[in-house]
Nanobody, 124 residues
Framework: QVQLVESGGGLVQAGGSLRLSCAAS????????MHWFRQAPGKEREFVAS????????YYADSVKGRFTISRDNAKNTVYLQMNSLKPEDTAVYYC?????????????????WGQGTQVTVSS
């Protein structure tokens, strides 16, 4: 069993930065690829970024490439999402998820574990 807890969300002005963290309990964190998703009001949950078990491979949604960076520290059981040059359209609840593959495209119910989410609000 793995529990995921996100933190680091908040209110920021456009152009600002935030760093999200997702802390995992349990000893098997390094066995999972980790993904970040987001969901804005009235919209479907969408993929943001993913990182492989070792951290050697990453994927990004086109909308965040060049602005967001995903990383992980397996010694700390934590995955991070550094978000720079934030835009109002980045406003959403951000979730981390543990999955069996780093490749995006899994259905929501195909991920093994989900966190509860952290709110990110970007003001214009």
């Amino acid at each position: 069993q793995v529990q995921l807890v996100e933190s680091g969300g908040g209110l920021v002005q456009a152009g600002g930065s935030l760093r999200l963290s997702c802390a995992a309990s349990g000893r098997t964190f390094s066995s999972y690829a980790m993904h970040w998703f987001r969901q804005a009001p009235g919209k479907e949950r969408e993929f943001v970024a993913s990182i492989s078990r070792s951290g050697g491979s990453t994927y990004y949604a086109d909308s965040v490439k060049g602005r967001f960076t995903i990383s992980r520290d397996n010694a700390k059981n934590t995955v991070y999402l550094q978000m720079n040059s934030l835009k109002p359209e980045d406003t959403a609840v951000y979730y981390c998820a543990a999955g069996r593959t780093v490749v995006p495209g899994l259905k929501v119910n195909e991920y093994d574990y989900w966190g509860q989410g952290t709110q990110v609000t970007v003001s214009s």
